[in-house]
T-cell receptor
């Protein structure tokens, strides 16, 4: 069974450019999460999809970040325009629906560097 | 508000020595607690979790953790470190809202000396 897959693994862009990160969750997982780790600090929640709907986007830093989950399958996270402080590792995670104890599976992360 | 504190951003042990990684949490409700590990160039992998029941939880690769409510702690231990245990370890608690999002500590990097 394939795990959570993220593309690209690394991205280096200039300040002001646009970057789109992609996440393919485990098939059948309704819950999809985005997290971010900046500068060796704690991993922080960005947002949560249930199928194609945004359940909670309280962690999104600002309106330069846009997340979508077309058809309840894969998700994209677009940063436009990117700023230096957006650099970090972006993790995607997925879990089956409904249970708070359900195991959450993480992808390898996308390391974003804004220069 | 729920939060997680990991004492020590770096811990160094000799191969064969006891591993102890500390985690304290703050929660107004009974917590669900987790330890995740990130090996170099890999994603986060679940080591173990506590939800209810037995307070001593065993995980993969010989790790275990004990939930101590009186101390609000969930420390991770392994009796004998192996070189392959070198990684970054994250303690986390689930926030019991509609999203069940994970609240992470800042991580502890474990170094294992030969």
């Amino acid at each position: 069974e394939a795990g959570v897959t993220q593309f690209p693994s690394h991205s280096v862009i200039e300040k002001g450019q646009t970057v789109t990160l992609r996440c393919d969750p485990i098939s059948g997982h309704d819950n999809l999460y985005w997290y971010r780790r900046v500068m060796g600090k704690e991993i922080k929640f960005l947002l949560h999809f249930v199928k194609e709907s945004k359940q909670d986007e309280s962690g999104m830093p600002n309106n330069r970040f846009l997340a979508e989950r077309t058809g309840g399958t894969y998700s994209t996270l677009k940063v436009q325009p990117a700023e230096l402080e957006d650099s970090g590792v972006y993790f995607c995670a997925s879990s089956q629906g409904g249970a708070q104890g359900a195991r959450t599976f993480f992808g390898q992360g996308t390391r974003l560097t804004v220069v | 508000a729920q939060s997680v504190t990991q004492l020590g951003s770096h811990v160094s042990v000799s191969e064969g020595a006891l591993v102890l990684l500390r985690c304290n949490y703050s929660s107004s409700v009974p917590p669900y607690l987790f330890w995740y590990v990130q090996y170099p160039n890999q994603g986060l992998q679940l080591l173990l979790k506590y939800t209810t029941g037995a307070t001593l939880v065993k995980g993969i690769n010989g790790f275990e953790a004990e939930f101590k409510k009186s101390e609000t702690s969930f420390h991770l231990t392994k009796p004998s470190a192996h070189m392959s245990d070198a990684a970054e370890y994250f303690c986390a608690v689930i926030l019991m809202d509609s999203s069940y999002k994970l609240i992470f500590g800042s991580g502890t990097r474990l170094l294992v000396r030969p």
